[in-house]
C-alpha cells in the first residue's frame, strides 16, 4: 500500500509541475492573447464601469431575468440578442495583481486535480507505455472539449481562443501523460491498488 500510494502521489506531483510549467509557457508566450483583442475607447469604457456598477459578477447582455420572464420580455429579449451586440462581461470593480501567489496556488491544485485522476486511469489501463500516453491526452480533450466548447458555441468565444484552450489541453496533458506513464507502471500499481 505505502509503495502504490507513494508512486501515486510521486507520479501526481510530478506531472503537476510538467501541467503547471507547460501552462505558463502556453498561456504566456505561445498563446498569450489568442483571441482577445482591445477595446477600442477602453479608458472611457472603465469610466463609465467605474461609476456606474460596483457589483462583482458575471453579466450577460443584453440581459433580461432568465427565472422569471414573460413571453412579451422573452420576445423583446430575444430581439435585442439578435440584433446586438451581444456578450458577456466578467466584472471586479477592485483590480489587484494579475500573477498573485493565491491565483498561482490555485492553478496548481487545479493542475494536481486533474493530474491526479489522470494517473489513477493511466494505472488502469493495461496497455503499454504509448497507449497509456495516449489515454492520458485523449482527457485534455475530454476537459476541453466538456467546459471550452460550451463557451465557444453557447457564448461566442471567438474561435482562436477555443483552438489555444484546445492545444493547451491536449498537449498538457500529453507532456504529463509521458512523466505520469513513465513513473507509473500499470499492472504493478493497478493490482496493489486491488489487494488492497
Known sequence: MQIAVKKIVGAALAGSVVMFIWGGFSHMVLFVGAGFKHLPDED???ETLKTNKDEQGLYFFPSK???HSTKEQDVVWENKFRNGPAGLLVFRA???NPFSVGKLGIQFLSNLSSVLIAVFIAAS???GFWRRVLVVTVIG???CSAVSTIYWNWYGFPTEFFIAQLLDMVIGFF???L???KLVQERKLS???DNQ
Open 94 to 96: 477592485v483590480g489587484g
Open 65 to 67: 431575468d432568465f427565472r
Open 44 to 46: 472611457k469604457l472603465i
Open 125 to 127: 489501463v493495461c496497455a
Open 175 to 177: 507532456l504529463s501523460g
Open 191 to 193: 493490482s496493489a491498488l
Open 141 to 143: 480533450v475530454a476537459a
Open 179 to 181: 512523466v505520469i506513464c
